[in-house]
């Protein structure tokens, strides 16, 4: 069984948990891929995809959107999972916020997405520029400032376990 991890990254956490997705899949006896979307061409040879966008100034990054769009009829046809990487995700009820402000249901319609979730990511005040950081502090969308929620807080071992879960969907 082939899967297809596609991700949308502006700066690299989002491929890094792609990256380790596919690690975990390998591990399980998958032929796996890893792309960003912006290089894949073709997607009809993957029997399951796996897609992952950062969410920035509370939307999922254009070229995953693009993505969506581009593939939407083959997708259609694909047992879909989506992760999306944020911060929103550490404050109180944010993993219920996500999915819920985040999540795209208009974006997906007719796409049979068989698995959502939220994984907190890293926020590196010093990787954005100026201009990033003040709209970042304007347009986040919870109660903490982004300062607050500075670090890395990828969490491998939630990532591991849901790849797992979702993996032993993947033969029914
Ligand atoms: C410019 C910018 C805007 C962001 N906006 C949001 C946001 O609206 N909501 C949120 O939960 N996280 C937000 N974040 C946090 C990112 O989702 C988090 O840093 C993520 O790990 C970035 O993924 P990437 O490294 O793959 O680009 C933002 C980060 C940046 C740099």
Same mark, same amino acid.
């Given at each position: 069984?082939? !899967?297809?991890?596609?991700? /949308? +990254? ?16 390998? &591990? ?20 399951? !995809? %796996?897609?992952? +966008? ?6 999922? @990054? ?16 694909? +047992? ?11 404050? &109180? ?6 999915? *819920?402000?985040? $999540?795209?249901? &208009? @974006?997906?319609?007719?796409?049979? !997405?068989?698995?959502? *979730?939220? $994984?907190?990511?890293?926020?590196? @005040?010093? &990787? ?14 919870? /109660? ?13 071992? /939630?990532?591991?376990?849901? !790849?797992?879960? %979702? +993996?032993?969907? $993947?033969?029914?």
């Amino acid at each position: 069984m082939s !899967v297809l991890v596609a991700y /949308a +990254s502006m700066y690299g956490s989002t491929a890094e948990i792609a990256q380790y997705m596919g690690g975990v899949l390998d &591990e399980h006896g998958y032929q796996v891929s890893v792309q960003n979307v912006n290089n894949i061409q073709n997607i009809d040879q993957y029997d399951q !995809v %796996i897609l992952g +966008s950062a969410i920035h100034h509370g939307l999922w @990054l254009r070229e995953m959107t693009a993505f969506v769009q581009r593939y939407r009829d083959t997708l259609n046809h694909k +047992s879909v999972y989506v992760w999306l990487t944020c911060i929103r995700v550490l404050e &109180e009820d944010g993993y219920d916020h996500v999915l *819920t402000h985040y $999540f795209r249901p &208009e @974006l997906m319609r007719n796409i049979p !997405v068989k698995g959502v *979730t939220a $994984f907190a990511g890293r926020l590196d @005040l010093k &990787e954005i520029d100026w201009s990033q950081r003040w709209t970042l502090g304007l347009q986040y969308d919870g /109660a903490k400032t982004p300062e607050n929620l500075r670090g890395d807080y990828r969490d491998w071992k /939630a990532i591991r376990a849901w !790849v797992q879960q %979702i +993996s032993t969907d $993947f033969a029914v």
